[in-house]
């Protein structure tokens, strides 16, 4: 079993930054890869970015391309997202996920998710 729990989410103004922790734990030896998902109200869930646990090569959602970089610390079992240049409409609650058995750009792939940690761009 692993478990993932998010952290760092708030109230940001459009414009600003802000960065999203995911602390992994549990049996992480067998993380293949992780991803941030993203989910608004009355919308479905969004692929925000994925890394790889093992080799660090990620991929971004068409939305935050360019203004997003995740990261991992493999010795501390974090993996982190660093979101520029926010947007209203980046206003959603932000989900880690572990997958053990592949990388993907579907919420169906990963099996162990955390709670969410809320993001609202507003000013």
């Known amino acids: 079993q692993v478990q993932v729990v998010e952290s760092g989410g708030g109230l940001v103004q459009p414009g600003g930054s802000l960065r999203l922790s995911c602390a992994a734990s549990g049996r992480t030896v067998s993380i293949f890869g992780l991803g941030w998902f993203r989910q608004a109200p009355g919308k479905e869930r969004e692929f925000v970015a994925r890394?790889?646990?093992?080799?660090?090569?990620?991929d971004y959602g068409d939305s935050v391309k360019g203004r997003s970089t995740i990261s991992r610390d493999k010795a501390d079992n974090m993996v982190y997202l660093q979101m520029n240049n926010m947007k209203p409409e980046d206003t959603a609650t932000y989900y880690c996920a572990a997958s053990s058995a592949g990388i993907s750009s579907y919420p169906g792939a990963y099996k162990y998710w955390g709670q969410g940690t809320q993001v609202t761009v507003s000013s």
């Open positions: 890394i790889s646990w093992r080799t660090g090569s990620t």
